[in-house]
């Protein structure tokens, strides 16, 4: 393990309903308030952190969780969908053979994640950033939202054969989890970022954290 985060996915033997509700998920949840872009653009944790919960199975690792924001804006899709509220996914694949590698690597995947365009649950969707080779939208994502009033809460189920790796109880990975912010009305800017790592820098895979399957 590295010295830094580390998070265990409980498995599910029954796949939790991904529809933004939350009601069958009673795994412990991990904070998302480090911040990692933009502090002066953060007033206050009501603006801007959340908590985030991870199970497994055969075919998916499934995310849930809450995001606290005063002022929900995404005007952006696609690859810029990182500038404006949105989710990131960090996974390394093969933490073992790259553990000191400070560098990224075909392995490693960077997943953004918009709750909805405009409003939480309205035309969600998935894009990959990296690996650069594999770029794009990623319709096979399933991904729920919901507005609580004080932000989001979200589902979302990833295919495991999107990471290619087939997963098993104790199996390690990088991981990372963080949250975009943008505060201002009728723009597409990532004015701000929180993530569950102390330090995360993309580029350096030694920032990330651990995530371990559990049984």
């Known amino acids: 393990m590295r010295p830094g985060v ?3 996915a409980t498995h599910f033997s029954v796949p939790p309903v991904i529809n933004g509700d ?6 412990m949840s991990h904070p998302v308030n480090n911040v990692a872009y933009g502090a002066g653009k953060i007033s206050s944790a009501a603006d801007l952190s959340g908590t985030v919960m991870i199970g497994w199975d ?25 500038k404006g509220d949105s989710l990131e996914i960090l996974l390394d694949v093969n933490v073992s053979n790259d553990f000191y590698l400070d560098k990224l690597s075909g392995d490693d995947y960077q997943l953004g994640i918009s709750p909805g365009k405009s409003a939480p649950g309205n035309a969600p969707e998935a894009y990959l950033w990296y690996p650069r080779n594999v770029e794009g939208s990623r319709s096979q994502v399933q991904i729920k939202a ?9 589902e979302i189920a990833l295919p495991w054969s999107m990471f290619g790796t087939t997963p098993q109880a104790g199996n390690h990975y ?17 004015q701000s970022m929180v993530s ?5 820098v993309f580029t350096h895979p030694m920032t990330w954290g651990d995530l371990t399957l559990g049984p």
């Open 22 to 27: 939350l009601w069958d998920w009673s795994e």
């Open 58 to 82: 055969a075919t998916y690792l499934y995310l849930g969780g809450w995001v606290k924001d005063d002022n929900y804006v995404q005007n952006a899709t696609g690859r810029n969908l990182f």
């Open 146 to 154: 919901m507005d609580t009033g004080e932000g989001y809460q979200f």
């Open 174 to 190: 990088g991981f990372g989890f963080s949250i975009s912010d943008n505060d201002k009305d009728g723009t597409a800017v990532q």
């Open 196 to 200: 569950n790592l102390p330090s995360r």
């Open 6 to 8: 580390s998070i265990t």
